[in-house]
């Protein structure tokens, strides 16, 4: 996908009303999916030396993902709602149960990763989804230790070239 093709989504298709998105949003939206980065190579560091404080890690990139799923941008409203949603779940229900609330948070970044994807063609974004949901049910199955922190280095890393092709953009702005 060429630069021309990439700014044809920036704005809305013709019919789609979508509320007033300041480009201040756009940029929390960025600041957010770094922040998850973050935390999520913190949980991998946690769970490969088996530290208490993974369980802070998760809450920290539980919130950061609920930032960004509240400053999402996209123009189906039934996506933004179900993203919003889910990451308000996962930051309700990680401190109570971890497992439910990774499952929402982790299903509302595959959901954000597969529409910077759909809309910008940002390769790692297609890989996303499928490596949360195995890093999902590795939570699940009880896998080995230091396989789960690799799969939580996967899923981070996999934001790296993400975000950086998506700080390359110009902030989106509707009025």
């Not at 700014?7 to 009303?17: D, E, N, S, T, Y």
Request: charged content about 10%; proline content about 7%; some cysteine.
């Amino acid at each position: 996908m060429d630069d021309r093709e990439r700014i044809q989504h920036l704005q809305p298709p013709p019919g789609v009303r979508m509320p007033r998105y300041p480009a201040r949003w756009d940029l929390v939206y960025r600041w957010s999916l770094v922040a998850f980065v973050v935390g999520l190579t913190a949980c991998a560091v946690a769970t490969a030396v088996e530290a208490p404080a993974v369980h802070w890690w998760q809450g920290w990139s539980a919130v950061a993902m609920a930032v960004a799923g509240w400053t999402f941008l996209v123009w189906v409203p039934t996506w933004r709602w179900l993203v919003r949603g889910l990451v308000t779940i996962g930051a309700v229900l990680w401190w109570w149960w971890p497992l439910g609330g990774w499952a929402a948070t982790l299903a509302a970044s595959a959901i954000v990763a597969g529409k910077e994807y759909h809309c910008f063609r940002f390769w790692s974004g297609r890989y996303i989804p499928w490596v949360s949901l195995i890093n999902g049910l590795g939570l699940v199955f009880g896998i080995p230790t230091h396989i789960q922190a690799v799969l939580w280095v996967a899923v981070a890393w996999l934001w790296v070239p993400l975000l950086v092709a998506r700080w390359q953009l110009p902030l989106f702005e509707l009025s």
